[in-house]
């Protein structure tokens, strides 16, 4: 990285930082409705080798996109200046200057760099955010505490990039440590760290890229959240964390489609806190059976997962997983499996033949160890 940044600016960086990627163990669809969330951060991430300037300009260049970008730190939200396409990368490392900048943080040359794949549901875009964010504030001797400044590169992918994220992907980014989950409120914002290191109980954790595209995420997301708003409404609750008894409240709805959405967000909120029970308690083989009815209630319930995942879901198990889920939003993207290391191979084997027996691209596998957040590497 370092050879690379003096060969762009022509001087050396000041310094390296990292932020890793992240998957959510269990808690999905339960963000937006004041509701738990259990990710984990990933070995890989985005590395930024930095440079301070005091000219009041942020240059940026990333090894996964073409040309370098250079803006002034004090401008209105990038997404409000419409960038070309091929500079929209740029709104996410400026997006964060523009944030900081109020908090006193300034200029800087930035080089990029990603073992992420972007766009995959593993959170490239908090990674680039958080890394950078850690950057400027070291440069400019600026000291923000960790879940302030997840916030805050909240706040800049809301606001200037223009993606109306949670909480959730920046503070994994931030806040896990090596060999745990984060169970975070996202009403609260509080988080607390729980054990989860699977390799010390003989299990692996796969991600599976299922290869499908998000086509239809953008309006089938907004429809599910203005779903369980109106639930939430017609049950007299700020959010569907807030529901208490869910047979009552599944009495009081006359809409099917509101009562599955209800059911889905009330019962997942209980698995991630079992989940962290079972974490906690060391029952870390019996965490599948909670991947499994997250992955039930997913398709059947809150009606989300899409074939390829089910069918990843039902050859892991068969292979002798030990569970299986969808993650992220649904109608594309990435499946989790907890397995027994020693069925690791027979299990990818099985979903790879899955899907070879359909058509379909064959799957992508990566291997998730619960690793530290981010940091400055040098
Ligand atoms: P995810 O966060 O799941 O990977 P997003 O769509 O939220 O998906 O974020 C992906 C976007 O983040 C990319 O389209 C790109 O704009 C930006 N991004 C992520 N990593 C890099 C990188 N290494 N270089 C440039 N831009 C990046
Ligand atoms: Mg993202």
């Not at 301070?52 to 002034?72: C, L, T, W």
């Not at 870390?284 to 997962?305: I, K, T, Y």
């Amino acid at each position: 990285m370092t050879d690379g940044f003096t060969e762009a600016f022509g001087r050396a960086p000041d310094g390296v930082w990292h932020a890793p990627g992240r998957v959510n163990l269990i808690g999905e669809h339960t963000d937006y409705n004041d509701g738990f969330v259990l990710p984990f951060a990933l070995s890989r991430g985005v590395s930024v080798a930095a440079a301070r300037r005091d000219d009041g300009v942020i240059e940026v260049r990333s090894r996964q996109a073409a040309g370098a970008v250079s803006a002034p730190v004090d401008g209105p939200p990038v997404v409000s200046e419409g960038w070309p396409a091929e500079r929209a990368w740029a709104a996410y490392p400026v997006g964060v200057a523009r944030v900081l900048r109020e908090h006193g943080t300034g200029g800087a040359s930035l080089l990029i760099d990603s073992d992420l794949p972007q766009g995959a549901g593993l959170s490239s875009s908090a990674a680039l955010e958080c890394a950078t964010a850690l950057a400027l504030c070291d440069l400019h001797d600026v000291e923000i505490d960790r879940p302030a400044l997840a916030r805050l590169a909240q706040r800049a992918e809301n606001e200037q990039a223009g993606m109306p994220c949670g909480l959730m992907d920046q503070s994994a980014s931030l806040l896990c440590t090596a060999g745990h989950a984060l169970m975070l409120d996202c009403r609260s914002g509080l988080s607390s760290q729980v054990p989860f290191d699977p390799a010390a109980r003989d299990l692996t954790v796969l991600v599976v890229d299922t290869r499908a595209s998000h086509a239809l995420t953008g309006g089938e997301y907004g429809r599910r959240r203005a779903e369980c708003e109106e639930a939430a409404a017609l049950l007299g609750v700020d959010a569907l964390r807030d529901v208490k008894d869910l047979a009552g409240a599944l009495g009081t709805l006359r809409d099917p489609v509101l009562r599955r959405r209800v059911q889905h967000v009330v019962t997942e909120n209980h698995r991630v806190e079992a989940a962290v029970g079972l974490l906690r308690a060391g029952a870390l083989p019996e965490l599948g059976a909670m991947l499994n009815a997250s992955h039930l209630s997913l398709r059947d319930q809150f009606e989300v997962s899409w074939p390829e995942a089910d069918t990843t879901v039902d050859a892991a198990l068969l292979a002798g997983a030990r569970g299986g889920r969808m993650v992220g939003g649904g109608f594309g993207g990435s499946v989790i499996v907890l397995t027994p290391a020693s069925r690791a191979e027979t299990v990818r084997e099985a979903i790879t033949a899955a899907y070879a027996e359909r058509d379909w691209t064959p799957p992508g596998f990566l291997e998730a160890v619960p690793s530290r957040g981010a940091r400055r590497v040098s």
